[in-house]
């Protein structure tokens, strides 16, 4: 028997439905497998496909597409290592999340997924159904176990794998990021490895997928729970591992342990990738956004030209009678740090026309709301144009917070294709800014140092719609607002518990009512990157029509 197994990793970036793509993706691990003399190749779940395909691998002309890839790819990697690749599976009606293990031109084994996970965001018991507990598969004179993703989070897979001979683990994944996944995933694996007395090798794929990044770090679990290597963070990789075979079995060599990033940097990269691969997979090229000097523009410019450099980024500032000097000056100094196009259109002509349009229905009515969000939806109107016109993406730029709770102008400056702070707090949004000036990656575009000028960071908040405008006028200040939402979206928790935590009743129970209120706002909105387990997007699903109330 052979004493070294080598397993060349594929922890690379695919594209929902670009199957040519992905395949080609596939062909280049496996040559780089073959080349440094690999037994196995082994690539994440449903890599054929990219992931999360949701409804898209319920279409039956999709699955016939995707066996006619596979069968290419089994043929064209014949001569060479085996080929382990995620992919869904019809067998007459029942459709499953499969690893095929493609060996000598053919599909030579293949494992079936058996926990389908059913919360956050994915939906996999309405789109697969649930395959029996298995045994390994060979390859050669190895026999290995693959647990998909959700299997190896429990323990009835592996122990399966494990008293039917498995002699080490490889778990294929597509695992989203949340703030702290990585030590969540580290600890269930750890579990496993315990448990069963089995090396653990688990792979995970990289980059964004509408509003989820895949963030990669790949890492290898000796018995014992010993980290025996780890991939980088959110960075494509093809990594070639050895395990060796000694008197108590099979151990994975000893290799590279690439540090984890901090939560801020890994928040932050997560920002810069979403936007970067929903661009490049969507094919837009270019963005532009509404410059208002305020901190949430101010920060998603700087994400933007963090992704695509500073050449594909237009900042236009749209001023009215209402903006302060201050947020003209800060706005174009933020753009001209970033070395982002800067463009100044303002709105008065335009607002004067509607206003003189509308005068005749609105005679006899008091000014307020309505006025103040006629200048947010011409805004909107005018940088639709500019999208349209010049084929460049619109940013929106809503903060968490105000998503939250409606803080935002439907029609106005919700416009937009993508929002890269989505999931991001207010108070996160002003840390944020501050980790950026003091700190620079080379996976940034933009340039390094204090690319948010101070005064942005440091005013009072303003939609600057309305004379001397605060948002602390309409909304509990932030810290207070941040805190009750984290209680009553992030954690799911009641009203009483957000009393227990030391806020007023009134106050809390006018924060729930804005949420749910704003239901109808966030079902239209721009995806954005998800940054925790509570995103407004497919982790959070409640109806738009809702009478409900806490009535603790």
């Known amino acids: 028997m052979a004493d070294r197994f080598r397993i060349t990793l594929g922890q690379l970036n695919p594209t929902v439905g670009d199957l ?15 080349q440094s003399g690999a037994d196995l190749v082994a690539l994440p779940e449903m890599f054929i496909t990219g992931y999360n395909a949701q409804d898209l691998v319920m279409r ?3 699955q016939l597409d995707v066996m006619t890839h596979i069968e290419a790819l089994a043929a064209d990697c014949a001569d060479g290592p085996a080929l382990a690749i995620g992919a869904p599976w019809a067998e007459g009606a029942a459709l499953y999340n499969a690893y095929l293990i493609l060996k000598g031109g053919k599909i030579a084994s293949r494992v079936l997924k058996h926990h389908l996970p059913n919360e956050t965001v994915f939906d996999e018991v309405r789109i697969f159904d649930s395959g029996p507990l298995g045994g390994p598969y060979s390859v050669g004179n190895t026999r290995i176990g693959s647990p998909i993703c959700e299997d190896a989070w429990h323990e009835d897979v592996a122990e399966t794998l494990a008293e039917t001979g498995a002699e080490f683990l490889l778990v294929p994944n597509g695992s989203p990021y949340y703030r702290g996944k990585f030590d969540t995933r580290l600890s269930h694996m750890v579990s496993r490895v315990v448990e069963t007395d089995l090396p653990l090798i688990y792979l995970n794929m990289v980059g964004g997928q509408d509003d989820q990044v895949f963030d990669g770090a790949s890492f290898g679990l000796n018995p014992g729970g010993k980290l025996a290597f780890q991939m980088p963070a959110f960075d494509s990789a093809i990594s070639h591992v050895d395990l060796e075979r000694g008197p108590e079995g099979w151990r994975i060599a000893q290799g590279e342990i690439v540090a984890q990033p901090d939560d801020w940097t890994q928040d932050y990269r997560v920002m810069v990738t979403a936007l970067r691969d929903y661009m490049r997979k969507t094919g837009f090229k270019k963005v532009l956004l509404g410059m208002s000097g305020g901190i949430d523009s101010a920060l998603v410019a700087t994400i933007a030209v963090d992704a695509l450099g500073a050449d594909n980024v237009r900042c236009v500032m749209l001023p009215s009678e209402y903006t302060s000097q201050g947020s003209l000056d800060d706005a174009k100094a933020c753009a001209q740090a970033l070395g982002a196009r800067y463009d100044f259109v303002p709105i008065k002509e335009g607002r004067e026309a509607i206003t003189n349009t509308l005068a005749p229905l609105f005679e006899g009515t008091d000014e307020g709301l309505t006025e103040e969000n006629i200048q947010s939806r011409l805004r909107g109107l005018l940088l639709m144009a500019l999208s349209n016109k010049f084929g460049e993406m619109l940013l929106t730029t809503g903060n968490k917070s105000e998503v939250a709770v409606g803080y935002a102008t439907i029609y106005g ?4 294709g993508y929002n ?15 980790w950026r000036n003091a700190n620079h990656h080379d996976w940034m575009m933009g340039p390094a140092g204090e690319v948010i000028p101070p005064a942005i960071i440091d005013k009072p908040p303003s939609a600057e719609l309305r004379e001397d405008q605060k948002d602390s006028d309409s909304l509990p200040d932030y810290p207070e607002l941040d805190a009750i939402l984290e209680i009553l979206v992030d954690e799911a928790g009641s009203v009483a518990d957000a009393v227990a935590a030391g806020f007023a009743r009134e106050t809390v129970k006018k924060v729930e009512h804005l949420v749910y209120i704003s239901e109808y706002k966030r079902f239209q909105s721009a995806p954005g990157a998800r940054l925790t387990k509570g995103a407004f997007w497919l982790d959070r699903r409640y109806p ?3 009478r409900w109330r806490d009535p603790s």
Not at 23 to 29: G, K, N, P, Y
Not at 413 to 416: A, I
Not at 428 to 434: M, P, W
């Open 20 to 34: 040519a793509g992905n395949a080609a993706l596939a062909r280049e691990a496996w040559e780089a497998g073959k």
């Open 60 to 62: 039956r002309a999709f």
């Open 413 to 416: 400056d919700m416009s937009g």
């Open 420 to 434: 890269p702070i989505k999931d991001l707090y207010k108070m996160r949004v002003f840390e944020t800014c501050r």
């Open 544 to 546: 738009i029509v809702n």
